[in-house]
């Protein structure tokens, strides 16, 4: 090992590679990240716009779910890609298909090519995130990650508190295109720094693309995630639609699961969920994004509706729940660091997350933006012990060899948890929205809420004074329901959590005890 270790030292040495030069690596993967999360928000708030010019408002749900269906359908391959071909060359194709379909969605001249486009841009940000997440366990040993964890946190909270105030900003000032047009000068600034500087291994596999494996798991990921797009809104629950769709996903996975345990050289390799710990983090990150993707959707609404906030600023109501994330995934990350421990932050977090659910759960017509500030922290400070832990410990339960696949699949997990969270939550709060406002306002309320559950600020003005007061409370009872759901669902992460074994984070320190796992160190990590 100290020979390998002297080796490593003399080639990062000889290639000029310093800790200076993987600063710049991680600042652009950093950058990467951000385009990776501040598309969708970016586009949301410039959506009025958009259909305005190009009209189609018919198919305005498509632009969300045809990027969101090939984000998760292309996620695992992407992540196997890296693993068989080399991780440099797959994430930089992977950033220059996301360019490309930004520049063809802000050139589309209908709704029907803004779709397709956006579908492109979909295929190219799939692998933005995993190929992130890889390279930074390419370059760092996982007991050194945790120093990374708050910049990590801080570029997620960057993105959803700038998210809606960006786009606003660029769709006032220079036009709905440049939501697209905006990504390129970022994108080029991370290729550029990407392919001077960062020095990874060259791979080249002799096994072929499982494209059967791919075909499977792309027809069931996306059945899901059509299932939990449509399911409530577009078609009933109970509807012919969405029960061939639900065939059609278990069909597909069922199958899909069958082929991986005979592929040569599979997709998602089932061997990766003999290791407890990873399997227990995709459930936890599954649990997660449910939470969080949930809460981040009703939280605005509650404020904007029966606070009275501004929707303009809607990106700052969630400064608490943000910067209580951003506060302690720093803090867990450099404890983790200087420790090599890591199993009471996913048992805190989940506690954390459980209880805070159940607080904002407690929310009504009289809670005070402090009061809710103060429930919103508490499920960050949660979210905070959990959103990189999960990650970390998922990476250090696999072997080098299977770096991109492990990344890709608590990527999945945590994309279709956000999926399911938004649907199976937004079922029941527009459910109850309906209900009340059917007791409270009768036939009046029930004609309110016959087209959506969800008034926009102007509508909400519009509404005479009973009206309006039986919304606030309809409301107040939806958020009621949809976060104590989400609290005995982070329950279910607890258990999760309890059952996680603290193995020795592999890389240097001297509390990081023996490994026959650990891999050889490339010469970055030796140069980290």
Not at 120 to 140: E, F, H, P
Not at 222 to 237: F, N, S
Not at 296 to 315: D, E, H, K
Not at 366 to 371: A, E, G, L, Q, V
């Amino acid at each position: 090992m100290a020979d390998t270790r002297t080796a490593g030292t003399s080639r990062a040495e000889q290639s000029g590679q310093q800790p200076r030069s993987v600063r710049v690596v991680l600042l652009a993967l950093m950058i990467t990240m951000m385009l990776a999360m501040l598309d969708n928000m970016i586009v949301g708030t410039a959506m009025p716009t958009i259909v305005g010019e190009l009209g189609g408002l018919a198919h305005l749900s498509w632009v969300v779910t045809s990027y969101t269906l090939a984000t998760a359908a292309s996620t695992p391959l992407w992540g196997k890609l890296g693993d068989m071909y080399g991780r440099k060359g797959v994430f930089m194709s992977s950033i220059v298909l996301f360019l490309i379909g930004s520049a063809l969605s802000g050139m589309a001249q209908d709704m029907g090519q803004l779709i397709a486009f956006r579908a492109v841009q979909g295929l190219g940000a799939g692998g933005l995130m995993v190929g992130v997440m890889a390279i930074i366990g390419d370059l760092i040993p996982p007991r050194e990650r945790g120093k990374y964890q708050g910049m990590m946190a801080g570029v997620m909270a960057l993105a959803m508190i700038g998210g809606p105030l960006v786009g606003g900003t660029i769709t006032d000032h220079w036009g709905w295109r440049w939501a697209f047009y905006i990504n390129l000068p970022l994108g080029v600034v991370a290729l550029a720094a990407i392919s001077a500087v960062l020095q990874l291994p060259k791979k080249r596999a002799q096994a072929r693309i499982d494209y059967l494996g791919a075909a499977l798991l792309t027809v069931g990921i996306t059945a899901i995630v059509l299932v939990t797009t449509w399911g409530g809104t577009e078609y009933a629950w109970t509807s012919a639609r969405i029960m061939e769709l639900i065939g059609i996903g278990v069909a597909a996975l069922v199958g899909f699961v069958f082929w991986q345990a005979r592929a040569a050289e599979p997709i998602l390799p089932l061997h990766i969920f003999r290791s407890r710990n990873f399997t227990l983090m995709s459930l936890i990150g599954f649990i997660t994004g449910f939470v969080m993707f949930g809460a981040t959707l009703f939280l605005p609404l509650y404020q904007q509706s029966v606070q009275g906030a501004s929707a303009t600023n809607s990106g700052l109501l969630l400064l608490p729940m943000l910067g209580a994330m951003l506060v302690t995934s720093m803090v867990a990350g450099r404890v983790t660091t200087n420790t090599g421990r890591y199993k009471l932050f996913p048992i805190v977090g989940t506690v954390l997350m459980a209880v805070g659910l159940y607080l904002l759960s407690l929310m009504d017509t009289d809670t005070s933006p402090f009061t809710s500030g103060v429930y919103m922290a508490v499920v960050g400070l949660g979210m905070g012990c959990l959103m990189q832990i999960t990650m970390l410990v998922a990476q250090n339960s696999v072997e080098m060899k299977d770096m991109g696949v492990a990344s890709s699949s608590t990527t999945l997990f945590r994309t279709l948890g956000s999926s399911f969270g938004v649907a199976v939550m937004g079922a029941l709060f527009n459910n109850r929205v309906q209900d009340v406002m059917a007791e409270r306002a009768g036939a009046l309320g029930s004609k309110i809420t016959e087209q959506s559950a969800q008034l926009d600020a102007k509508g909400l003005e519009k509404l005479p004074e009973l009206a309006r007061e039986a919304y606030q409370h309809a409301v107040s009872a939806g958020t009621h329901s949809a976060f104590l759901l989400g609290a005995v669902i982070a329950v279910l992460s607890l258990v999760a959590a309890v059952f996680v074994k603290e193995v020795p984070l592999k890389g240097a320190g001297p509390d990081a005890g023996p490994n026959d796992d650990a891999p050889a160190p490339t010469p970055v990590a030796e140069a980290v």
